[in-house]
Nanobody, 123 residues
Framework: VQLVESGGGSVQVGGTLRLDCVAS????????VTWFRQVPGKEREGVSC????????LYEESVKGRFTISSDNAKNTVYLQMNDLKPEDTARYYC?????????????????WGQGTQVTVSS
């Protein structure tokens, strides 16, 4: 099983980034994939989740209207489009996957994790 994130970087306030999570080694179509983020010293926070079977999505309140999660089952890839970025979005972003439903606030439920990609938003 492998999850590989890419697309992080440094942007200014109001900028945009797109994160990609390429998955392999498990049944992607039956999986839920969640983007988490973590700042040193704080707990990992669920940002957005998608179930690949029906493409239903969930968002953490602070990113609603700014972030969009999507998946391409043919490419085994989940995307997180991040618009209107704010300094408080600065974190290391991880994608996580598990067979079944989305659990945005239950990081321990996910068995498969990527190594993360850093997003830094400066003012």
């Amino acid at each position: 099983v492998q999850l590989v994130e890419s697309g992080g970087g440094s942007v200014q306030v109001g900028g945009t980034l797109r994160l990609d999570c390429v998955a392999s080694g498990f049944d992607f179509d039956d999986a839920a994939v969640t983007w988490f983020r973590q700042v040193p010293g704080k707990e990992r926070e669920g940002v957005s989740c998608i179930t690949n079977r029906d493409h239903k999505t969930l968002y953490e309140e602070s990113v609603k209207g700014r972030f969009t999660i999507s998946s391409d089952n043919a490419k085994n890839t989940v995307y997180l489009q991040m618009n209107d970025l704010k300094p408080e979005d600065t974190a290391r972003y991880y994608c996580a996957a598990e067979i079944g439903s989305c659990y945005l606030r239950v990081a321990p439920w996910y068995n498969y994790w990527g190594q993360g990609t850093q997003v830094t938003v400066s003012s």
